[in-house]
């Protein structure tokens, strides 16, 4: 059971990864619920002492650094955006009012 988990969750994660590299952040939302109930299956086999596979357990972790990774770029870049539109706002209102009073 732990491993067949283990193997789905790989899987999800790297589907996941591939998504959100291509900016299809949706598709990847729908994905984590799914994840979720993988991630709990493991944690309740951890708990019943079921011991869990060492490689798979550091791909697992190194897939979950890199969506990390991916989706902090994401956000940074989405940020950046952000901030560009807000001082293209100001501006514009700027010269509005520096146009209006003339």
């Known amino acids: 059971m732990m491993d067949d988990s283990l193997d789905c969750l790989q899987k999800l994660l790297q589907e996941q990864l591939a998504l959100v590299r291509q ?3 949706d598709a990847a939302v729908a994905l984590f619920k799914e994840s979720d109930r993988y991630v709990c299956q493991i944690a309740e086999a951890g ?8 490689a798979k357990w550091q791909h697992v ?3 979950y650094g890199d969506l990390r990774s991916v989706l902090s770029a994401r956000k940074a870049q989405v940020a ?3 901030e560009a539109l807000r001082r293209t706002k100001k501006a514009l209102h700027t010269y509005g009012q520096r146009s209006f009073h003339r």
């Open 80 to 82: 950046d955006a952000l």
């Open 47 to 54: 708990r019943a002492g079921r011991p869990t596979p060492d």
């Open 23 to 25: 900016d299809r952040l």
């Open 61 to 63: 972790e190194r897939l």
